[in-house]
């Protein structure tokens, strides 16, 4: 398996063996790869590196940071942009250095990244830079996050439609370690043909962590042997300038994409993975499919029983696409001769299956396959009679809207493999999964305090927006991006919301024809600086009447808590925004003593405590024209950071609430909208309590006229003290028999965004990458880190290769360790657990939802959700325990209670 890195910074420093890395840091590894190659080839290059954050990418940026002595030691630079276009627009300009001289290298490898609607606001820049070309010693890369299931976006997006649309070829890594081999492979066709390479992020394969190979030498590059360079031209398929717009639109249709299918077809990117051996019983059914659908595939097929050797003796040949577009000819050619069918596996819509089409087309009827994927054979725009007398479309049989899961393709390649091979095992499958999908339907989810349990994602305790979001009443408005997205859930009159960029922009359309003077519109600090500036400057060009709410909170905070990009004061926000023409400036913060010593305001430009917030909004509403509320107040999670690290000062001061005089009314929680209010029972009926492990410290619950908060100056906590001292009290514990990993073994690990989940898999994964097994770990986030349902799928197997897709299907979980017994019991989760297999440690911690925050009557429904476990584990399987309990009466905080879960768990 080769030597076992052991220590963090192994993951950027080993040179050989196998290190344990997350997607997100193969790509912070794969440009020091690319600078250890060059040397070694003599060549003199840098790297560039810049984009913009933005979920399944969201943390890039940060790796980067941390990483930089490591880049710094390869001339890599990492330059964060102002936005995806300008980024872009940087990477374009590494390209150019040659052109011009006083070079110091011969080229500079640069790499692009950003989620998909940062690609979509690129589509100029990328079609010219593609137009331009790369320098034969450069070369680009394009890092493409798409988010399929919009879990951190506000739709899905799949972008290779839209490279396609700018003629970028498109590779498609199904794995962390294909992240590094492909990565080098994509530098490698972008100098060779003269492209820009994207290669796809999934959040399937960018948020997984696994065991992988290092080795910078290990990826053979192999040159093109038949494909003929265009003739007397230096430059070859590279950038020059001059260069003419119908020039470069000729070369890069007549040569240089022909040049990247030339480099796919050498370096076999895509190849045939299972094939039948017996000339005698040659393969009858093909499947095509790349990425994580690949993984879904071979998946499938273990489910089904179906090994590669069994697959290949009952005729099924199995093509892996490694470049998803252009779809190279001569090799899905090859896989083609002699099938009766093709079934085509993708992710969203159609793109492989188009293309395949297209090749296939012009063969003879005899000896063309048929061709099914999206839809079946009725097709996909066929108009079909019904019973009543209407028409509708085919039936889909792979559905392009949501994710494609390993279910769905089971059931899909069991209907196709049926026509000549069953068994037992693909009839047990089939059944396992029908009586899943009805047990799932005809469950009754619990209520709680009228609506159906579950955990969505909130604003953090003591966040600024829990207070900025808020209206006067009579008035509405507009959401922002990131957390201002969460306001549209939430009680604040606010409906509606536009792409990054455009906020309140759509009230020019709507004001000339509606009733309504004005409404506010939400916006932050960091989207204002990436592209927020503009939609206020197209509002006053239009003169409507309109107030902007940009919250200044120091940080983005959804992302995890970076900077903004470039330098932004409040002082320089209020010049600029008067420079635009604004007359109407107010500042709100919960500090309005530190602006006392600010001099860089605009001229006439109030502060404001927040307590005045209701107050200045009526009188902004009443202004004719554009005004500004600039609501300053830092990010409460990035506080919590600081105070942590000794960066910031943490105020001597904690608020109580008296429970012999709470009346347990729930005013407090409309005054704060925060999750640290939680109900607790004592003998004079249920009261409120703040939860001191979370609390924030942003004191506004306190508002209001209740005379039950009590405030302590100056003291601390104290913490828990352990319940026995010595040895003796703690006997050695036996060694828990461990169990085997042939098969992989698969541990779903569930709770609350923000609360440790992502760490347990973290920690187990490592430990298993230090055992030497294989391993996965994939940290299903996104939106859900703000105190929503997070899961992690950790699969640990003897081998790297035993290890498909990186969920855990359908009733596969071997183990659950349950953060918490909201999430353990949805039905997400409840559809990976199967009686007689599963086992599960579930915390029973009755930690509050949302609606807590607004429903005084919520009840924690714990006794269904732990009935809804047990049915679905099987009798015995299941324990339950409050490990937040214990966690704060042996260390005085709960935040320890899921490492004591894991504990549980383990014995």
């Known amino acids: 398996m080769g030597e076992l890195s052991i220590t963090l910074d192994s993951r950027y420093t080993a040179t050989s063996g196998r290190v344990f890395l997350s997607g997100t840091q193969a790509l912070v590894r794969l440009p020091m790869l ?74 500079v490898f ?27 010693k450069g070369g680009v890369l394009v890092i493409a996050g798409d988010d399929h299931a919009a879990k951190s976006s506000t739709l899905p997006h799949q972008t290779e439609h839209v490279f396609k649309a700018v003629m970028m070829p498109v590779l498609y890594p199904a794995n962390v370690q294909e992240y590094l081999d492909y990565g080098l492979h994509g530098w490698a066709m972008s100098r060779y043909s003269g492209c820009w390479v994207v290669m796809k992020a999934l959040a399937d394969t960018v948020e997984t962590s696994a065991s992988v190979a290092i080795d910078p030498a290990a990826t053979v590059i192999r040159l093109p042997d038949d494909f003929e ?24 249709l007549n040569h240089k994409l022909y040049a990247a299918l030339a480099y796919c077809r050498a370096n076999h990117l895509n190849r045939v993975l299972i094939d039948s051996n017996d000339p005698a019983s040659p ?80 063969w003879r009827e005899d000896v063309r396959p048929r061709v099914v994927g999206k839809f079946d054979e009725k097709g996909e725009w066929s108009l079909l009679p ?64 009228g609506t159906a349990i579950q955990r969505t994602p909130y604003f953090c305790s003591g966040c600024p927006h829990n207070t900025s979001t808020r209206l006067p009443a009579g008035s509405r408005a507009v959401a922002g991006i990131g957390c201002h997205y969460m306001v549209t859930w939430m009680d604040r009159n606010t409906a509606t919301f536009t792409h990054m960029g455009g906020e309140g922009v759509t009230w020019v359309g709507q004001a000339p024809f509606s009733g309504d003077r004005h409404i506010f519109a939400n916006l932050g600090d960091g989207t204002y600086f990436h592209s927020g500036l503009l939609a206020i400057r197209q509002s006053v060009a239009a003169g409507v009447s309109i107030t902007y709410k940009i919250l200044y909170n120091d940080a983005v905070a959804m992302t995890g808590g970076q900077p903004v990009d470039g330098q932004l004061s409040v002082g320089q926000l209020t010049r600029q925004l008067e420079a635009e023409g604004i007359s109407r400036i107010v500042i709100v913060t919960d500090e309005p003593a530190k602006y006392r010593q600010v001099r860089d305001l605009a001229p006439n430009t109030p502060v404001h405590h927040r307590d005045r917030l209701d107050a200045v909004q009526r009188e902004l509403r009443e202004h004719r024209g554009v005004s500004i509320l600039i609501y300053e107040q830092t990010c409460a999670t990035e506080k919590r950071r600081r105070r942590k690290r000794g960066k910031l000062a943490d105020p001597a001061r904690r608020v109580f609430i008296n429970e012999a005089v709470c009346e347990g009314c729930g005013d407090c929680g409309v005054q704060s909208n925060c999750l640290s ?107 859900a880190q703000k105190f929503g349902a997070v899961f992690s799928h950790l699969r640990i197997a003897d081998r790297p290769q035993d290890i498909h897709a990186a969920r855990i299907a359908t009733g596969e979980a071997d183990a659950v360790i349950g953060g ?24 029973v911690a009755g930690t509050p939802t949302a609606e807590f925050t607004r429903n005084p009557d919520w009840q924690f429904p714990q006794q269904r959700l732990q009935e809804q476990i047990d049915e679905a584990c099987g009798a015995g399987s299941s324990l339950f325990l409050d490990t937040a309990e214990m966690s704060r009466r042996l260390m005085g905080d709960g935040i320890y209670g899921n490492l004591l879960l894991l504990g549980v768990a383990w014995q």
């Open 820 to 843: 918490d017994l909201v999430v353990s019991a949805s039905a997400e989760a409840l559809s990976k657990l199967l009686a007689g297999k599963t086992r599960a440690v579930i915390n």
């Open 110 to 136: 640069a790499m692009w990244y950003g989620k998909g609607p940062g690609v979509d606001r690129c589509g100029d820049v990328f079609r010219h830079a593609n137009a331009a070309g790369t320098a034969s």
């Open 283 to 362: 393969a009858r059914l093909g499947i095509i499919t790349a990425g994580k659908a690949y993984l879904d595939v071979r998946q499938a097929l273990d489910e089904l029983g179906i090994d590669d050797e069994l697959a290949s003796r009952i005729g099924i040949r199995l093509y892996k696409v490694g470049m998803v577009w252009p779809l190279e000819a001569d090799g899905v050619r090859r896989f083609a001769e002699g099938l009766e069918e093709i079934l085509v596996v993708e992710e969203k819509r159609q793109l492989l299956e188009y293309q395949l089409k297209e090749e296939l087309y012009n």
């Open 34 to 107: 690319q600078a250890l190659r060059d040397a070694a080839a003599g060549l003199n290059t840098a790297g560039f590196i810049s984009g913009y954050r933005g979920s399944p990418l969201g943390g890039l940026d940060q790796a980067l940071w941390k990483a930089k002595p490591h880049l710094d030691t390869h001339r890599i630079v990492f330059q964060p942009a102002v936005n995806e276009d300008l980024a872009a627009t940087a990477v374009w300009g590494t390209q150019q250095l040659g052109l011009f001289p006083g070079s110091r290298y011969d080229g």
């Open 229 to 252: 360079m265009p003739t007397n031209d230096p430059h070859g398929l590279n950038i020059r300038w001059p260069d003419p717009p119908l020039q470069q639109e000729a070369r890069l």
């Open 386 to 449: 019904t019973g009543s007398g209407h028409l509708r479309h085919g039936d889909w049989l792979l559905p392009a809207a949501g994710e494609l899961s390993v279910a769905q393709v089971a059931r899909a390649l069991a209907a196709r493999i049926g026509r000549f091979f069953t068994s037992p095992a693909i009839e047990a499958r089939l059944q396992l999964l029908e009586a899943k999908q009805q047990s799932l339907a005809a469950a009754t989810p619990p209520i709680a305090g």
């Open 677 to 783: 209010i939680v109900p607790v029972q004592t003998e004079f009926g249920r009261k409120r309590a703040i939860d001191q492990s979370s609390c924030n410290k942003d004191f506004s619950c306190v508002n209001g006229f209740c005379p039950s908060f009590v405030t302590v100056e100056g003291g601390r906590l104290r913490r828990g003290s352990a319940v026995a001292t010595g040895t003796a009290a703690f006997p050695a514990l036996p060694e828990p028999p461990l169990a085997g990993t042939a098969r992989p073994f698969n541990i779903l690990l569930t709770g609350v965004g923000g609360t440790g989940v992502v760490t347990l898999g973290a920690l187990l994964g490592m430990a298993a990458h230090l055992d030497g097994k294989g391993v996965s770990v994939l940290d299903m986030t996104g939106l």
